[in-house]
């Protein structure tokens, strides 16, 4: 179990490096929107083969899929709009169509992503070790690969909404400990679970970052960088799927 833990944390622990990457030299806009792309296709990669394919594979079927996964995004739309309306916004006064300067910032939006796609990922992480006796390095590399360009962008956000660095490592520290938890009780509590929750759990965090997707990063993402980042989601997918491909 103890094992499991370690391996929950170390595929979190990029969360902690893309703040270290921000602290270090903080992106520009353009380089953040191009950051966010790349990290789009990334988890698009994540979504279609490592989570929604598996969670099918898992179930031989669609039904438990099909309701992780759409459970997965209203999950996600509920604590989106709570953020909203409990003011997830930030100053920006270039947007003039935006009433009184404030824009919803993607930076809360994209840590609930993270937690809603990071625990059932970990769990699976901690289950595949109980039943193989080694941990599944495809998924073990995309959930590391995909948290580094979500924490860069949400890091860069969270001190644009003036947080300071000490509260920005504290979330991620409190996100990596969740996940190694999730993945020790993944090890402990799931040894005989149903192909049925497994799916479940699969499809779960692929409903919840394809929603994620689709009202926080890409937009955000064509909005700083434009046209070029159809082209770096693309050059994203084909990164994540070529890595998952070698490590599977």
């Known amino acids: ?62 039904r438990g899929a099909a309701l992780g996964f759409f459970t997965g995004a209203l999950v996600f739309f509920a604590g989106d709009t709570l953020i909203a309306r409990l003011g997830g916004q930030h100053a920006d006064a270039s947007r003039p169509d935006a009433p009184g300067g404030e824009q919803p910032s993607p930076a809360l939006p994209i840590v609930l992503g993270t937690v809603l796609d990071g625990v059932p990922e970990s769990a699976v992480l901690g289950l595949t070790l109980l039943q193989t006796g080694k941990i599944g390095a495809s998924m073990l590399v995309a959930v590391f690969v995909s948290n580094l360009p979500e924490s860069v962008a949400a890091t860069t ?67 700083t960088a434009g046209r070029v980042v159809g082209l770096v989601v693309t050059l994203g997918f084909a990164v994540s799927y070529g890595i998952t491909w070698v490590a599977g």
């Not at 926080?216 to 993402?221: D, L, Q, T």
Request: proline fraction near 3%; hydrophobic fraction near 60%; charged fraction near 10%.
């Open 1 to 62: 179990m103890f094992e499991a833990f370690l391996w929950g944390l170390f595929a979190a622990s990029s969360l902690l490096v893309g703040a270290a990457i921000v602290f270090a030299r903080a992106p520009t806009p353009k380089v953040l929107g191009l950051v966010m792309g790349f990290g789009s296709g990334v988890l698009l990669s994540a979504v279609s083969f490592e989570l929604v394919d598996e969670a099918v594979q898992t179930a031989g079927g669609l």
């Open 157 to 223: 956000d969270l001190l644009q909404d003036r947080w300071t660095k000490a509260r920005v490592i504290a979330l991620w520290v409190g996100v990596t400990i969740v996940s190694g938890l999730a993945a020790g009780a993944g090890f402990a509590l799931l040894d005989g679970a149903s192909p049925w929750l497994l799916a479940f759990m699969f499809a779960f965090a692929g409903g919840a970052i394809l929603a994620m997707l689709a009202t926080s990063m890409m937009p955000e993402a064509y909005e």
